[in-house]
């Protein structure tokens, strides 16, 4: 996947203090800091790639009564795609209701589900588990 690719390539190329000092140098903190854009970035470009599916699900609804089986059916030309694995996004439809999602920075389909940072479920944890756009409350 490109967006993983990218993301190795700045890991690797990054220039590393190979002297006894390294861990001194700031180098692992300067990288990490990269990451948290790149995450940044990539959740909020996916939060809208699936708001614009989403959109078109709903027109989808209003012209034909029900859901789409598959995002195929919307005949979007330029359908979003997941920007982490640059596969399809996963969509599941269950009577009146769907569930929309990416799989997230880990890269693993966990099925959409959302993992919280807290045990009141107020902040969502973007390291784990799916990124996931739902008609109810996560």
């Known amino acids: 996947d490109l967006f993983h690719e990218h993301?190795?390539?700045?890991?690797?190329?990054?220039?590393?203090?190979?002297?006894?000092?390294?861990s001194l140098s700031g180098d692992e903190y300067l990288l990490g800091g990269y990451l948290y854009i790149l995450q940044q970035y990539a959740l909020a470009e996916t939060r809208v790639n699936l708001a614009v599916v989403a959109c078109a699900i709903e027109r989808y609804r209003l012209s034909y009564g029900m859901l789409p089986a598959a995002l195929e059916d919307l005949h979007m030309p330029d359908l979003p795609h997941d920007i982490i694995n640059g596969e399809t996004l996963h969509y599941r439809a269950t009577g009146d209701d769907y569930i929309l999602y990416s799989v997230g920075w880990n890269g693993t389909d966990d099925g959409g589900k959302t993992v919280f940072k807290t045990s009141n479920n107020d902040q969502i944890d973007p390291d784990q588990g799916d990124w996931v756009w739902s008609l109810k409350p996560l």
């Open 7 to 22: 993301v190795n390539f700045v890991i690797f190329s990054f220039p590393r203090n190979s002297t006894p000092y390294s």
